[in-house]
């Protein structure tokens, strides 16, 4: 991806976060309670690729919980990356990068090399793919 695309398609990702912006308080009280469970509990974390993993063991219930975010996001992603002439796997990889930006310490991302890291203090790894 060229270096003008990276960065156009990162200022259409930030002007869709900013315009939700304001739902994002919202968003956040609702969401699932075992979903707000299991991330602050490192049994799942961000991935590279825009979606939710889950680190660890497997359970029938981590795996609707992620199953049901990560459908969600795939629509919202198909979406704007069609309004933003980019490829899904382009916007999911900015939308990645964009959540892996803003964990929290103690929260668990993906790391370039693949592994999970949980967040510290410091900036998260980031993937040379990630926009500037």
Do not use: F, H
């Not at 919202?26 to 993993?53: F, I, W």
């Not at 680190?55 to 459908?71: F, W, Y």
């Not at 999911?92 to 803003?102: D, M, P, Q, Y």
């Amino acid at each position: 991806m060229t270096t003008i695309r990276k960065n156009r398609l990162a200022l259409g990702l930030a002007a869709t976060v900013l315009s939700i912006g304001g739902l994002s308080a919202v968003a956040y009280a609702q969401r699932d309670p075992a979903y707000e469970t299991a991330r602050s509990a490192g049994q799942v974390g961000e991935k590279m690729d825009g979606y939710l993993g889950i680190v660890g063991a497997e359970t029938p219930s981590l795996k609707q919980i992620v199953n049901d975010i990560n459908i969600k996001r795939r629509a919202v992603y198909a979406e704007k990356a069609q309004a933003a002439n980019a490829t899904l796997e382009e916007y999911a990889l900015t939308a990645g990068c964009l959540a892996i930006s803003r964990t929290v310490p103690g929260e668990k991302y993906q790391a370039p090399d693949g592994s999970w890291q949980t967040r510290t203090s410091a900036p998260p790894l980031r993937d040379s793919r990630c926009p500037a």
